[in-house]
């Protein structure tokens, strides 16, 4: 019976892992309640723009040929940092182009705008990943640096008994989203553009009688949103083999993480990622792979059943 149960060892290695990887899910869970919380949108590329990270970082480092010429890691380095302002940009022009544009001039009641406006998502999310498919095929594909094969040793008791190992790529991962998100937490309570987005969020009307360009913050935040997005899909394609259709692999876990911080947090979204991770290693413990979703989804009912609004629903209603 003894040898059913995991050591101490593999355990510290679980939390260590499940730590990581939450913090990368929880960027990628803050991405998406940013657009949630300020747009009120549920958006079905989200997975997509989450893919089109990791085919960034790939063509920075293989394509364009970053990585020959100042070596792998200072190229996905080149990638982190130019991954927001690049999507930023491109989720901006969508934003103005097609989401901003439904119900502007038209007698759309708030419900209309919304259901076309997810009709759009989907239709973009189908768009992006054929898309995706025709130019670059479906075989999966993975960056080779020595972040994705190589780990730091920890000796977290001095003793050399008990060792947790950490995979590069995943620490990487984990500090750039823990970075990311408090930089997004300052900017959304420190600075005037923050405090025009939230006043947008709670009450769209009242910001435009108080002169706050309502379409161009619900512009600014999909941008930021896009840009997060795919600074999580950079780092995740550090450690994780990717295709077309990866985003599917992600999707659930978004939207669970962003239900379960509470709806119309932002910061609460970080959090809710990072249990999901956590829960998603430590269940590998004693189940096999195939369950850890239906792991998630059991400790994700139970917390919903205990607090229906969320972790956070009940102390920040919205960003």
């Not at 949108?41 to 990791?54: D, H, K, R, T, V």
């Not at 054929?130 to 000796?155: R, Y």
């Not at 009242?206 to 935040?221: N, Q």
């Amino acid at each position: 019976m003894m040898g059913l149960l995991p050591s101490f060892e593999t355990i510290l290695q679980s939390i260590a892992a499940g730590l990581l990887v939450g913090c990368t899910y929880g960027l990628m869970c803050v991405a998406l309640g940013l657009i949630f919380g300020v747009m009120r949108l549920i958006n079905f590329a989200q997975g997509e723009f989450l893919m089109l990270g990791m085919y960034f970082v790939m063509s920075v480092v293989t394509i364009f040929g970053f990585g020959s010429l100042i070596g792998p890691i200072p190229a996905i380095l080149v990638a982190i940092v130019a991954s927001v302002p690049v999507f930023f940009v491109i989720g901006s022009i969508l934003h103005w182009a097609m989401l901003g544009r439904i119900g502007a001039g038209q007698n759309l009641t708030e419900g209309e705008v919304h259901q076309a406006q997810l009709i759009m998502t989907l239709g973009l999310s189908l768009l992006l990943a054929n898309g995706t498919l025709i130019v670059f095929g479906s075989t999966p594909v993975s960056l080779d640096t020595p972040l994705a094969s190589q780990a730091w040793t920890l000796d977290p008791f001095g003793h050399g008994d008990i060792l947790v190992f950490l995979n590069k790529g995943r620490v990487v991962a984990g500090v750039v989203a823990v970075i990311a998100t408090a930089a997004l937490y300052f900017l959304l309570h420190s600075t005037d553009t923050g405090r025009r987005l939230r006043a947008a969020a709670d009450n769209p009307v009242a910001a435009t009688y108080m002169g706050i360009d309502v379409a161009r913050s619900y512009r600014v935040t999909f941008g930021m949103g896009f840009g997060l997005t795919a600074l999580a899909g950079v780092m995740v394609a550090t450690f994780y083999p990717f295709q077309p259709y990866v985003g599917l692999d992600f999707i659930i876990t978004m939207y669970a993480g962003v239900v379960l911080g509470g709806l119309g947090s932002v910061m609460g979204s970080f959090w809710g990622g990072l249990i999901i991770g956590l829960v998603q290693q430590i269940s590998s413990l004693v189940l096999p792979l195939q369950l850890q979703g239906t792991t998630v989804f059991i400790v994700f009912l139970i917390i919903l059943l205990i607090r229906p609004q969320g972790l956070f629903g009940r102390n920040v209603e919205r960003a």
